[in-house]
């Protein structure tokens, strides 16, 4: 089992990656004062992982209750937020008591943020079992429910104790979610560190098949990235927003086709290409460059081409009502290399409209 520390002074926490992990004695080393736990879980995940769990915790002398959610983006909602906080109200959880955040993104992003508002705070766990939880959500502290009027738009900063991944949960994983994991996994490379990149350049298929030695490298090295960039600015003042890379174009194309009707990985993986060609035309980049990081993402089974029913203009409308535009200007994070990234506040919206009928017309 391998251990990375999230640096952040008091509030520091370990990753544990390994495979078949027994939770309970890491649970425990994390909550030493803590009596009560709710697993905070959904109807898929429930089946497959929370008897194991739930064992494991008790064998350790917990108080164990669960939470189940709906499963699904659309469930991401104040009523299910308020289920875990009605869940921990019923079974009388007082402030010695914990969450344990069992799935993928959605529960952990609600769970983290429950445990943030309970009581003015009791602390959580997280047990990621999707690729991408694993490689991002989970890490990192940004907890959050959707509103009618946006994504994550309800939500706080809150670090876990500690996340667990344990990457035999990742066999059950249907491959679209794998695929929508890998948008996050190649971002990682893109914007840190070519070395990482070459390695998914010659072994990304190989997650398809379950292969631990790849999913094990992968996830600790995501981890390594993502712990670094936290620890120098947790609340995304700077540095932080290089994790956006992809997410610019990813978050307009979600929203344009609807929220759930392609993953958020697929669409950051099409947000990543858009991007890197704007940095090709502005001559930032190779063209062999561009056509290696489009290469990837066609072998991660990203999707690399904009959707017919979408046009230049769509992009930047839906642009302009993303919650990181300031004052008015968005800002694009675009590839200098493979391995770096900087971030550019003086992309005009003609410049990506016609970027993006250029590309439409290819
Ligand atoms: N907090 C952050 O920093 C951060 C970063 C990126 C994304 N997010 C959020 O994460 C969410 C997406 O997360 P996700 O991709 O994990 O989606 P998800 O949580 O919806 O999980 C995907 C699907 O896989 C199922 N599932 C989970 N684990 C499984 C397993 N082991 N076997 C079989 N099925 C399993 C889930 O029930 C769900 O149907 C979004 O809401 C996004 O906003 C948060």
Not at 166 to 195: H, M, N, Q
Not at 207 to 224: A, N, Q, R, Y
Request: charged letters at 25%.
């Amino acid at each position: 089992m391998e251990t990375i520390t999230v640096g952040l002074d008091t509030r520091s926490y370990p990753i544990y990656i390994g495979n078949e992990i027994n939770y309970g004695p890491l649970v425990s080393k994390a909550l030493p004062k803590i009596k009560d736990l709710m697993v905070v879980t959904n109807e898929t995940v429930a089946p497959l992982y929370l008897q194991r769990l739930q064992k494991e915790l008790e064998a350790e002398g917990f108080n164990v209750k669960s939470c189940i959610l709906k499963d699904g983006e659309s469930y991401k909602t104040v009523e299910s937020w308020w289920q875990i906080l009605t869940a921990l109200m019923e079974n009388a959880y007082g402030r010695d008591s914990a969450i344990i955040a069992l799935g993928g993104g959605v529960v952990g992003d609600m769970a983290g943020f429950a445990a943030s508002a309970y009581q003015r705070g009791i602390p959580f766990v997280q047990i990621p079992t999707t690729l991408l939880a694993m490689v991002d959500s989970s890490v990192g502290g940004k907890t959050a429910i959707n509103h009618p009027l946006g994504k994550n738009m309800i939500g706080a900063f809150y670090q876990p104790k500690a996340v667990i991944a344990s990457l035999d949960c990742l066999k059950t994983l249907p491959e679209k979610e794998l695929t929508a994991g890998l948008g996050e996994v190649v971002k990682t490379a893109i914007i840190y560190d070519r070395a990482f990149y070459d390695f998914l350049t010659q072994n990304i298929q190989k997650v398809f098949s379950d292969d631990l030695d790849t999913l094990h490298t992968i996830v600790k090295k995501c981890c390594e990235v993502k712990s670094s960039v936290v620890s120098e600015d947790e609340k995304e003042h700077g540095l932080r927003a290089i994790l956006n890379y992809g997410h610019t174009f990813g978050h307009a194309i979600e929203a344009h086709l609807g929220f759930g009707t392609w993953l958020h990985g697929e669409a950051v993986g099409l947000g990543m290409v858009i991007a890197s060609a704007l940095s090709l035309k502005r001559g930032l980049i190779s063209k062999d460059d561009f056509d290696s990081m489009k290469d990837l993402c066609k072998k991660a089974k990203l999707p690399v081409s904009i959707p017919e029913c979408m046009s230049g203009d769509d992009f930047i409308k839906h642009m302009r009502h993303d919650k990181k535009v300031r004052h008015g200007i968005i800002r694009y994070v675009l590839p200098t290399a493979i391995g770096s990234v900087k971030i550019f506040s003086d992309v005009d919206d003609a410049e990506v409209v016609a970027l993006v009928n250029s590309l439409k017309a290819e």
